[in-house]
């Protein structure tokens, strides 16, 4: 099921990809992604929501030809990625970047800030000299960082400071796709904040996609327009952000949001933590979810249902979707031993 209007063209498309990885001692193979499909319109933003492990970093890393697939297709602006060659890779990375979870850990220690930014400048552009450092300039006050922080190196910036001196940096070969990698998630909750606006700014100013991967459902909520929830590499449930997060239809959505924490330290989780144990490299036969859901039913554990869909640009994996005496998951997990 995709997620882009037939009216509107898809900056990303992405069709049954798959990626596995050999275990630590070579026993087996662990499925990171599995056979997994959506599309993104151009000018908005798809969140990848899910658990560590869940296997959102692994489709990024293979959208942006970092690791091979396994299996499937990526098209980028009409472009195959998969199996592309050097040449091809080169001119896309001008126009798709990627911002990491990190900000200090993404910039070279040893060289200043003005460097870093002017770095992907230097291997894409002519820019040279006076005109490479007054577009450094232009690109630092962009993301609202003052001229001195040119020559600093990053440790002597904040968190904030430098995971916007990485966003200048992926904008400097005027991208039309950025892919944030939990882009806040090591920010204090004010700088958070902060980062959220500059990135919906720098999307409304030049028209940017987006694809969001997140664990933290208020950021999903702040700039996506659509979600695709993952679980041990599959996809359980995709469609407007508004909707799938009012009206979850999968079980382990569900469980994402009763789990989610407030501010407040005085309010509790809706409900307690899915049961059972997480298999290890994803689930090879029935639905990812069964062995943790306190909703299985036998057949769950037998077959892997499909995106079923909710309404036209809303599915999800489970066979209780359009069911209307669907068992209540919250009450079944609080009976859950």
Sequence with gaps: MGVVPPSVSPAVTVTGLTKRFRGRRGDGEIIAVDDVSFTVATQTTLGLVGESGSGKSTVALV??????????????????????????????????????????????????????????????????????????????ALVSLPDDLYDRYPHEASGGQQQRVNIARALATHPRLLVLDEPTSSLDVSVRADILRLLLRLQREFGLTYILISHD??????MCDQVAVMYLGRIVEVGPVATVLSDPQHPYTEFLLGSELSLDPEVKPRTPPASGEVSGG??????????????????????????????????????????????????AAAKAP
């Excluded at 450092?133 to 232009?138: D, K, P």
């Excluded at 459902?217 to 702040?222: D, E, F, N, P, T």
Aim: with cysteine; aromatic share 4%; proline share 6%.
């Design 63 to 140: 959208m942006l030809g970092l690791v091979a697939a396994d299996a499937g297709t990526v098209d980028v602006f009409g472009q195959r990625v998969t199996g592309a060659d050097h040449r091809t890779m080169r001119r896309l990375r001008r126009e798709v970047q990627i911002v990491f979870q990190e900000p200090l850990e993404s910039l070279d220690p040893r060289m200043r800030v003005g460097a870093a930014i002017a770095e992907p400048l230097i291997l894409h552009t002519d820019l040279r000299g006076a005109a490479l450092r007054q577009r450094v300039l232009e690109l630092l």
């Design 217 to 222: 459902l208020s950021s999903i909520r702040a």
């Design 282 to 331: 994803g689930a090879p036969t029935g639905c990812c979810f069964a062995r943790r859901c306190p909703i299985r039913r036998e057949t769950c554990l037998a077959e892997q249902p499909a995106l079923r869909p909710v309404t036209e640009d809303h599915g999800a994996a489970c066979i209780w979707v359009g069911v209307d005496d669907r068992p209540a998951i919250f009450a």
